[in-house]
């Protein structure tokens, strides 16, 4: 057998600002020998995610990536040697390959993909795993939507927030979305059927928040926080609900950040802020996906993935996650 | 029948920091006749609360003072002309009656005080009345305590704080208190039974709620927020859970606030604030006021009061809540 080489990107230096070049090392290897249990993956798709970008510079539900550790990232792909029974060559898995092209798997670190003909592979990335697991629970299990309430998601053309709108009007909410392109906001209202759109880029927050949500909003969906959370704070209900589920505006940041100033608002109106992370719901999978692969096949539930060609474009392509470039779940196509 | 006086406190002008005598003005004018139902009722006790500097600038969960209208505040006191069966002469009452001598109640607003002489009538300031639930509901429902977590209270030797720790003791909680000079800290300690008190004004309070919660924090009953809300958040446990029952740190805040710096934190350790008011629970008052009492009569509750003599002293003495020299809870007594 031919001698397989494996590049990688490993982290180089903790980031600064946005991730710069200088931030990973190119690192090309032999492939290692397979031990008894252990599979080889070829990575087929890699996942880019904000979290990225805080995995990087600090502890946060995982510990940071270590200097010259293989950039951690999750993703999709198929076993190609196996030393296995159960993980015969040719099974799709899905799991933490990291920046690679090739990672040898122990097996309980496998997790194997159902193959549905109906539902393409991408919706791994962009319906299903993290980001369905996050949309469905974050809205359900924590922002716990009434039907007739103001639903509002940041992020709202994003792979978690289009998710959530969609699965709020399932659920019968008014769906109001921020997101940074005049594209987007025709995307999630036209295509994706969110009864509003907000260009936070363009138009003023606060006033278009007024506009749309006229009996004031009871969810909020946040993967931002800053300016646009302490917006929509100063037009919460009683008893709002803010999921907290990320912080994009903040993760680049080199200074520390204050919380909302409109933080007494969760006084006044008896409010909660909530975070939520994927992770504490991985026993809860099969739920999920059950209910939105069924969503998927009956037409209600859409979704769209951005997909870059080339392991090597994972370090500047990561970064359209922050500067809003990208148009829908942006994954890195490595192998065929 | 002689014509009553009646002296009252009214707002002058919208306060700037800490109240000053001149955003009062004192009033004296007759008693008005009463009208069919009405009752006249001479306030006794007149509770001050650090709600009062909020109610004075802002609209919060009521409407702000009107200037020029009698500064708002709870009273105890006793019905001394009736047009209102139900309510002979001598009934005690409480109410909002505002900071004055008398005040003229139509029959919904006056509530009867139950008297048990087991029972002093300053425990329905300390103990029952809209402090008790505060805490009561705070602590159960909001922060939803188990035994073995770890409970930290800020305003600990306050009204709300001091029985806030000791419900967290009877539920099974390690408690520890902030507080703000080493005689309070006595108090909560050797008193009230707190596993362990902090003075923020001497010591390191990082450090300190480093040593005194080794297994980190629970929950976080907060009445301050500011410097200590964002100490706590630094070393708050998965699935924390922190009360907002106050902001006193900012009531006479004149520039904007930020929120907390540690927010982030919310997210890391999917953590929840959640705002507080008593007034949503006063559907629910005979629960919490049936256990408060039991608890009282065996000994497994304590409060005090800081009584402080005449009317005329309210303005200046309101204040006290605010640089802490208070000592239990704050209350006016007007009359005999």
Request: proline share 5%; hydrophobic share 40%; with cysteine.
């Amino acid at each position: 057998m031919t001698e397989r080489i494996n590049h990688q990107w490993r982290l180089a230096a903790r980031p600064v600002g946005t991730f710069k070049p200088s931030d990973f090392t190119w690192v090309e290897q032999p492939v290692p020998e397979l031990q008894d249990g252990e599979v080889l993956v070829r990575n087929q798709y890699l996942s880019l995610d904000p979290t990225n970008r805080a995995w990087a510079s600090f502890d946060t539900y995982l510990p940071a990536v270590e200097i010259n550790e293989v950039m951690r990232g999750g993703g999709i792909g198929v076993v190609e040697e196996s030393r296995n029974d159960k993980f015969p060559v040719g099974t799709h898995v899905q799991g933490m390959f990291g920046w690679q092209e090739y990672v040898v798997l122990k097996s309980k670190e496998v997790q194997v993909l159902p193959v549905n003909p109906a539902i393409p592979i991408t919706a791994y990335f962009g319906l299903f795993g993290h980001i369905g697991l996050t949309a469905y629970y974050g809205l359900l299990d924590i922002g716990l939507p009434k039907a007739g309430e103001t639903l509002v998601v940041s992020t709202a053309a994003g792979a978690v927030g289009s998710l959530v709108g969609q699965i709020g009007k399932i659920v019968g909410c008014r769906v109001v979305g921020l997101t940074g392109s005049d594209e987007k906001c025709e995307w999630i209202t036209k295509t994706l059927g969110f009864d509003a759109a907000i260009n936070y880029k363009t138009e003023k927050v606060a006033k278009a928040l007024k506009t749309h949500c006229p009996n004031g909003i009871d969810i909020y969906f946040d993967n931002v926080g800053g300016e646009i959370l302490d917006t929509v704070l100063g037009q919460i209900n009683l008893k709002a609900r803010i999921v907290l589920c990320g912080l994009i505006s903040q993760y680049n940041a080199t200074e520390p950040v204050p919380g909302p100033y409109n933080f007494v608002q969760l006084l006044m109106k008896r409010a909660r802020i909530e975070g939520f992370i994927v992770l504490d719901y991985l026993n809860r999978t099969d739920e999920a996906m059950a209910k939105l692969g069924a969503w998927f096949l009956e037409g209600k539930i859409k979704y769209r993935v951005d997909v870059v060609e080339g392991l090597e474009q994972a370090p500047l392509a990561v970064n359209r996650l922050f500067d809003g470039s990208n148009q829908g779940k942006l994954i890195v196509k490595v192998s065929e």
